[in-house]
C-alpha cells in the first residue's frame, strides 16, 4: 500500500512540474523547428528527472544548444518517440531506431530508416544471432545502437580554418547563390562537411570499443584472446591516439573493410573479412598508411600483451628493456645522490670519530 502511495505522489508531482513549465512558457526561448511540439517547454530544465520502478535515476533534460548542433537537429521530437501522443505525456517506450523518420532520403525520395544498418548488423560479428538464425550465448552482451551511438555533434572540417573552425565562408558564398534561407544554408553544409570524415576522433572510437572489449567479464564469456582496446593503447597507433592524432588508424580503419559500412564488421576467420590472414597486407599497405609496405608488416601482433602464454617474443623483449632501462637508471640516480648528500653535508662521514 505505501509503494502505490508513494508511486501516486511522485506521478502527481511529475504533473504538478509539467504544469509549471506550462505557466513558464512565455520566458522560454523560441522553440527550434523540430521541437514543434513544444516538449522542450519542460524539458529545458536541468532538474527535470525521476526515480523509475527499478529505483534508478531517469533524467529528462535535454540541452537545446547541445542538440542543435547535433546530426538529429531537424528530427522532430515525435520522429522518435512515436508513442507520445499527449501532454503531458505518459511514460515514454525505448526508443526503435529502426522505425521510418519523417526525413525524407534526398536520391530515392522515399521515408528514410535505419532497416539497411540492422541488415548488416546481422551479418556481422556484433550479430545476437548465429549462422542458423538461434540467439547466440551471452547474447545480452552484444552492442545494440545505443551502446555505440549517441547523438554526435557536427565536426568541422579541419582544413577550414580561415574565420570560424569548420566555417568556409567561400563556401557558404555559392551556396547562397541558389539557396535563399539561411538555416537551411548552415545545416545542409554541416551536414556535408561533417560526413567528409570520422564523426568520432581515434581516441574516441577506442573508448567506444572498450566498453565491452576491456571488460574482463565480457572478454571471459566470449573466449577473447585479449583485451582489445587496452592492448591497442600500448601500441605506437594507441599512444598517438591518446595525444588526440587524428592521422593514424582507429579500430574500424583495421577491423571493417574499405569502402562499406562499419556496420559490416566481420570475424577474422570469414575470408571476406578485413582481418582475415589473407587481407591483413591490404590493411597497412593501402595508401593511406604504409603505401609500400611488405606483406610481413601485417605479422606485428597489434593485440599482443606483456604475457609469457600469449607472446613469449614480446614478453622477453620487453622484460629486457625494462631491465636494461632500471639497470642503466638507478645505478646513475644512486650517484645523483650521492653527490647531492655531498654537496648539502660536506663534512658528512660514515666513519666512527676516535674519542
Known amino acids: 500500500m505505501t509503494a502505490t502511495y508513494i508511486r501516486k505522489f511522485r506521478y502527481a508531482g511529475i504533473v504538478m512540474f509539467l504544469m509549471l513549465c506550462m505557466l513558464a512558457g512565455t520566458s522560454a526561448s523560441p522553440a527550434?523547428?523540430?521541437?514543434?511540439?513544444?516538449?522542450?517547454?519542460?524539458?529545458?530544465?536541468?532538474?527535470?528527472?525521476?526515480?523509475?520502478?527499478?529505483?534508478?535515476?531517469?533524467?529528462?533534460?535535454?540541452?537545446?544548444?547541445?542538440?542543435?548542433?547535433?546530426?538529429?537537429?531537424?528530427?522532430?521530437?515525435?520522429?522518435?518517440?512515436?508513442?507520445?501522443?499527449?501532454?503531458?505525456?505518459?511514460?515514454?517506450?525505448?526508443?526503435?531506431?529502426?522505425?521510418?523518420?519523417?526525413?525524407?532520403?534526398?536520391?530515392?525520395?522515399?521515408k528514410f530508416s535505419h532497416r539497411d544498418v540492422a541488415t548488416y548488423l546481422e551479418k556481422s560479428v556484433h550479430s545476437t544471432k548465429d549462422e542458423k538464425g538461434q540467439p547466440k550465448e551471452f547474447a545480452e552482451d552484444l552492442p545494440s545502437c545505443k551502446e555505440c551511438h549517441d547523438n554526435p555533434l557536427y565536426r568541422p572540417l579541419s582544413f577550414f580554418k580561415s574565420q570560424t573552425p569548420g566555417i568556409s565562408e567561400d563556401a557558404l558564398g555559392r551556396c547562397r547563390t541558389c539557396h535563399k534561407k539561411e538555416e537551411f544554408i548552415y545545416r545542409?553544409?554541416?551536414?556535408?562537411?561533417?560526413?567528409?570524415?570520422?564523426?568520432?576522433?581515434?581516441?574516441?572510437?577506442?573508448?567506444?570499443?572498450?566498453?565491452?572489449?576491456?571488460?574482463?567479464?565480457?572478454?571471459?564469456?566470449?573466449?577473447?584472446?585479449?583485451?582489445?582496446?587496452?592492448?591497442?593503447?600500448?601500441?605506437?597507433?594507441?599512444?598517438?591516439?591518446?595525444?588526440?592524432?587524428?592521422?593514424?588508424?582507429d579500430c574500424l580503419d583495421c577491423h571493417v573493410k574499405k569502402g562499406t559500412s562499419v556496420h559490416q564488421m566481420l570475424s577474422h576467420e570469414d575470408p571476406r573479412s578485413s582481418i582475415h590472414n589473407n587481407n591483413r597486407s591490404n590493411i597497412c599497405s593501402n595508401t593511406?598508411?604504409?603505401?609500400?609496405?611488405?606483406?610481413?608488416?601485417?605479422?606485428?601482433?597489434?593485440?599482443?600483451?606483456?604475457?609469457?602464454?600469449?607472446?613469449?617474443?614480446?614478453?622477453?623483449?620487453?622484460?629486457?628493456?625494462i631491465m636494461l632501462t632500471g639497470g642503466t637508471l638507478l645505478p646513475l640516480m644512486g650517484i645523483i645522490f650521492l653527490d647531492l648528500v655531498r654537496r648539502f653535508f660536506p663534512n658528512a662521514s660514515m666513519k666512527r670519530r676516535k674519542k
Do not use: W
Not at 523509475?52 to 533524467?59: F, P, V, Y
Not at 564523426?199 to 576491456?214: F, K, M, Q, S, Y
Not at 584472446?225 to 588526440?244: D, I, N, P, V
Open 32 to 110: 527550434d523547428a523540430s521541437d514543434i511540439t513544444n516538449c522542450l517547454l519542460c524539458h529545458k530544465y536541468p532538474g527535470i528527472s525521476r526515480v523509475d520502478e527499478e529505483g534508478k535515476l531517469r533524467l529528462f533534460y535535454v540541452n537545446e544548444d547541445v542538440f542543435n548542433n547535433s546530426v538529429h537537429m531537424k528530427v522532430k521530437c515525435e520522429g522518435c518517440h512515436t508513442d507520445i501522443k499527449k501532454i503531458p505525456h505518459d511514460t515514454a517506450k525505448k526508443v526503435d531506431c529502426l522505425v521510418e523518420c519523417h526525413i525524407t532520403e534526398p536520391s530515392t525520395e522515399t
Open 188 to 249: 545542409f553544409y554541416n551536414h556535408i562537411t561533417s560526413r567528409l570524415h570520422k564523426t568520432r576522433i581515434p581516441l574516441n572510437i577506442a573508448e567506444v570499443c572498450a566498453r565491452c572489449h576491456d571488460n574482463p567479464d565480457i572478454v571471459a564469456r566470449h573466449n577473447l584472446s585479449t583485451r582489445a582496446a587496452f592492448s591497442y593503447g600500448e601500441t605506437f597507433h594507441g599512444k598517438a591516439a591518446k595525444y588526440l592524432s587524428e592521422k593514424i588508424p
Open 288 to 321: 593511406d598508411c604504409h603505401p609500400d609496405a611488405s606483406q610481413k608488416l601485417s605479422n606485428y601482433a597489434v593485440h599482443a600483451e606483456f604475457n609469457l602464454e600469449q607472446s613469449k617474443t614480446h614478453y622477453f623483449f620487453t622484460l629486457f628493456f
